[in-house]
């Protein structure tokens, strides 16, 4: 096992628990504004107004930046223990059996990073 490898899946964890953390921040970001919004229903407000007033629209796109964050860092640490793995001489469905995914799709991830 190399330390650049051990090094690589070092950094994909640590950007995984940040992107983790940021997601949970905009869940609850998201969450309170939902109570905003089902308040203002119950107030019989027209779908508009309530939602310019909730900063629904901002919210969504910080969202949907998180979540892109969060899908992209789980990537990255799946490729940097799938290497790691292969590199200590595991084998792929071994790997992606531990990891939570299917043997096809390890190979996939595999061949579309260079």
């Keep these: 096992m190399t330390r650049g490898r051990k090094q690589e899946v070092l950094a994909a964890v640590a950007a995984y628990q940040r992107a983790t953390r940021h997601l949970r921040e905009h869940l609850q970001d998201v969450d ?4 905003t919004v089902t308040a203002l229903i119950k107030q019989d407000e027209f779908v508009t107004s309530l939602l310019e007033g909730t900063g629904a629209a901002t919210r969504r796109r910080e969202f949907a930046e998180a979540m892109r964050r969060f899908d992209e ?6 490729v940097a223990l799938l290497r790691l ?8 469905a071994e790997i992606a059996g531990a990891i939570g995914i ?10 579309e990073e260079p």
Excluded at 32 to 35: E, I, Q, T, V
Excluded at 73 to 78: I, T, V
Excluded at 85 to 92: A, F, R, T, Y
Aim: charged share 30%; glycine share 14%.
């Design 102 to 111: 299917s043997r096809q799709l390890a190979y996939r991830i595999l061949a």
């Design 32 to 35: 309170a504004g939902l109570d």
């Design 85 to 92: 793995g292969i590199e200590h001489g595991e084998g792929v």
């Design 73 to 78: 860092s789980r990537r990255r640490l799946r």
